[in-house]
Structure formats: structure tokens, C-alpha cells
């Protein structure tokens, strides 16, 4: 903070009134709004806005891509889930299928033994009746 250098009231006053003059001559020296160098400070400005609004839409085009390019992948990963989860049930499906006509092979096998075994217990009972009735004649 700058040191307290006024004898008195009207030096305070008179150093008041040079920096009001010295603000008023500052503004006065400015350059218009029709200066070149602002008018080139404009431009530049112009140009640095416009170049980084051209960044921002490069970048959301590359976001915008790489989004759609995510989907893509997403959506053929389903696909593909979808195909590896149909050929699974067809795969079950199948050996579901296989595994029933097999137990139906096995029933129809077992019905045959069965009737193959009355065939013979009926032979047997058949050929003894047979000899007892030969044995009673004879």
C-alpha cells in the first residue's frame, strides 16, 4: 500500500483531479471502432472462434462415429449370442429327440423280448403237454 504523501486537503484534491484528467485522456486516446489493428484483432478473434467451433464438431463427429460404430458392434454380439443360443437348443433339441428314440428303440426291443419269451415259455408248455399226453396214450 503506498504511503500517505499529502500535506493537505488541497494537494488531495488537485492529485485527485490529475488522475480524473489522466482517466479521461486514456479513454480519449483509444481507437475507434473503425482502427485496423482492432478490426484485425476482431478477424483473428473471428477466426480462432471459428476454428475451434470446426474442432468441436470434428470431435462430436468422431464421438457420433465411434458411438455408432459401438452399436454395430453391440447389435452383431447379439446376433451372434442369439445364433450360438438357437444352435445350442436345436443341439439340445436334438439330443432330446435322439435320447427318445432311444428309449423307444429299448421299449420296442424289450416288448420283442418279452414276446420272444412267451413264444418260447408257450413252446415249452406246449412240448410238455405234448409229452404228458403222449405218456397217457402210450
Request: hydrophobic share 45%.
Amino acid at each position: 500500500m503506498s504511503s500517505f504523501n499529502h500535506a493537505n486537503f488541497a494537494d488531495r484534491i488537485k492529485d485527485a483531479a490529475k488522475a480524473k484528467a489522466a482517466a479521461v485522456e486514456k479513454h480519449k486516446a483509444r481507437p475507434g471502432a473503425d482502427d485496423p489493428a482492432l478490426i484485425a484483432k476482431a478477424a483473428e478473434r473471428r477466426s480462432l472462434h471459428e476454428a475451434r467451433v470446426a474442432r468441436a464438431a470434428e470431435k462430436d463427429a468422431i464421438k457420433q462415429k465411434r458411438a455408432a460404430d459401438h452399436a454395430e458392434v453391440q447389435r452383431l454380439r447379439a446376433e451372434e449370442e442369439l445364433a450360438l443360443a438357437l444352435t445350442r437348443e436345436a443341439e439340445l433339441e436334438a439330443e432330446e429327440q435322439a435320447a427318445l428314440a432311444l428309449r423307444r428303440d429299448r421299449a420296442k426291443l424289450a416288448l420283442v423280448n418279452l414276446a420272444d419269451q412267451k413264444e418260447v415259455r408257450d413252446a415249452r408248455y406246449a412240448a410238455r403237454k405234448a409229452r404228458q399226453k403222449q405218456a397217457k396214450r402210450g
